[in-house]
Every structure is written in structure tokens, then in C-alpha cells.
């Protein structure tokens, strides 16, 4: 039985949109959530963007588990891929991203000036699921308010472009997700983070679901709950109707703002391919960006 599935029209419409745009980007800022770092990057994602250097972005880092993310990081970067971790509401990361986004851009105008062009500004696309924080992380680069952001999905519905300086043109789409979501699991942990609509499912059906997930990779979360039946997390949060009776409803609508807001506690779902002994290793190794990997961009790819 599917207990979720969405895919709102304008979501569809963009998706075309951005297949006929990419003819115009240089390179890509894939903003992926740190609370699930493989779930919330899809194949219709790779399919679309193809080859297109890209850079990968962690978002949500303060409300991720920070040695599950830290290692997912390590992960992509030992792989070859530009990978970044930031909190996009306190800049924390920022001042990497801008030099990876320099470091990029340098490699694109040396390609313009090989083959006989003026070199202009970069133009990159900012990609990712629904709510990953595009719109913030703009925002952020631009030092001002220049994109509407929120904290449900669909916010952003349509391509625009905002320009950054003389040097770098950012195209802000709205969310990339797959038409019809067949893993119920990925559904779940995607309605976990915020990533669909909280209208694409019924709460009281999928908080049970949600619980053992929670139990499974995110237990300390979970151990707050000594009941955790929706009748005795009703209790427990005050969430009771007339005559004492636990509202089920309304405990498993707050559950999952809550969980969805961080106020839970952080987490990270998937768990990391890399295993680190100690917190600090990590931290220290990415203090620094490794400049070295940005992906070099083959003359015949940088757009006209």
C-alpha cells in the first residue's frame, strides 16, 4: 500500500524547464540534505544534469547528525566530487563554498579564453529535492533577500536568476523529486525531513512507520518516548481531547513538525559507507576544502 506519494504540478512543469536551461549552465550546485545524504539525491537527478560538473552541497547541517554527515562528506570527496557541508542559516561553510564557486569559475573563463571567447560570468544552476534550502543558501551568497524562502516544500515554483557580483550568475529552480515515489521508505524519510507536502500523507498512518525507523537510526530520539504508541506520546506531550482521551491526531501532526523543525534532536538517516573513530578527525579534515577535485570543465562543455 502507498502511504505517500506527490508530485505537484509545478514541480513537473519545471523539471521540463530545466532540461531546456541546461544548455546555458556551467556548472551545478547540488544541494543535498544532511539528514539524508544519499535518499535525497535522486537518478532523475543524475539523468537530468548528465556530465555537468557539479558541486555537492550538504545543507541542514545543524539539525544532522554530525558524524554521520562529516563522514558522508569524506565519502563524496574521496570519490572525486566537490563536497561541501554548511548550516545556510548561519553561514557556518559559507566561506568554502565561495572559494570552491571561485575556484570553479576560474576553471570555466580559462576554458572561454582557450577557445577564443570573452570570458563572462559563470552561470550555475542550484538543484536539489523540495525544502533543501536552495532559496536560503542564495540568499546567503548574495547577503540579502533576494529569493522567497520557506519552511515547507514548493515554496520556489519557478526559474529565476540572480546575479552575484560580476563574476557569477545563480539560476534558483524549484525542487527536483522523482515522479512517483515507489520506495515507501525513501517517502518516509523524505516526509521525515520536510520534503513533501505535509497534505501527501495521513500522520496517524505513518507516525507508527516513522517510529521504527527512528528506533533503528536515530534510537536516542526515540528513548524519550517510554510509550510509543501514539496514545502514550499523546499523553506525554499533553496532546489530550474531551474527557482526558488521548488526540492521536493532533500528537502525530506535532510528532512529525517536530520531528520535520529539528526540535526532536538531529539526525541523519542513512548511515555512512565510511566509519570514523573519532569526531575531531573529521572536523580537522575538513577544515579545509580540497580545491584539488573541483571537477575541470572539458572545453566542448562550457556553454555559450
Do not use: C
Not at 81 to 105: E, F, I, Y
Not at 140 to 146: A, D, G, I, P
Request: hydrophobic content about 45%.
Amino acid at each position: 500500500m502507498s502511504l505517500i506519494n506527490w508530485y505537484p504540478g509545478h514541480i513537473a512543469k519545471a523539471q521540463n524547464t530545466l532540461k531546456e536551461q541546461l544548455k546555458l549552465i556551467d556548472f551545478v550546485l547540488e544541494l543535498v540534505d544532511a539528514r539524508l545524504p544519499q535518499g535525497s539525491r535522486f537518478d532523475v537527478t543524475n539523468t537530468l544534469l548528465g556530465n555537468k560538473p557539479r558541486v555537492l552541497v550538504f545543507t541542514k547541517g545543524d539539525m544532522a547528525d554530525a558524524r554521520r554527515m562529516n563522514a558522508w562528506v569524506a565519502h563524496y570527496r574521496k570519490a572525486g566530487m566537490a563536497a561541501v557541508s554548511l548550516n545556510a542559516q548561519t553561514g557556518q561553510g559559507l566561506p568554502g563554498l565561495k572559494t570552491l564557486l571561485q575556484k570553479q569559475g576560474e576553471v570555466v573563463r580559462a576554458r572561454m579564453v582557450a577557445r577564443g571567447r570573452l570570458p563572462r560570468a559563470s552561470r550555475v544552476m542550484v538543484v536539489g529535492l523540495p525544502n533543501v534550502g536552495k532559496s536560503s543558501l542564495i540568499n546567503k551568497l548574495v547577503n540579502k533577500r533576494r529569493v522567497k524562502i520557506g519552511d515547507k516544500p514548493g515554496v520556489t515554483r519557478n526559474v529565476s536568476w540572480i546575479r552575484l557580483g560580476s563574476n557569477l550568475e545563480l539560476m534558483d529552480t524549484p525542487g527536483i523529486i522523482p515522479p512517483k515515489l515507489d520506495d515507501q521508505d525513501l517517502a518516509l524519510a523524505l516526509a521525515m525531513i520536510g520534503a513533501v507536502s505535509t497534505e501527501a500523507y495521513d500522520p496517524i498512518v505513518i507516525v507508527p512507520e516513522v517510529i521504527t525507523i527512528l528506533n533503528r537510526e536515530a534510537p536516542h530520539i526515540m528513548a524519550a518516548f517510554p510509550d510509543q504508541s501514539l496514545e502514550g506520546i499523546a499523553r506525554q506531550r499533553g496532546a489530550m481531547g474531551p474527557g482526558g482521551a488521548p488526540d492521536v491526531e493532533r500528537a502525530a501532526r506535532q510528532f512529525m513538525y517536530d520531528l520535520r523543525t529539528g526540535a526532536l534532536g538531529k539526525l541523519t538517516l542513512d548511515a555512512p559507507p565510511v566509519q570514523f573513530d573519532a569526531l575531531e578527525e573529521i572536523t580537522d579534515e575538513l577544515d579545509e576544502v580540497p580545491l584539488g577535485i573541483v571537477a575541470d570543465v572539458p572545453a566542448e562543455d562550457v556553454a555559450e
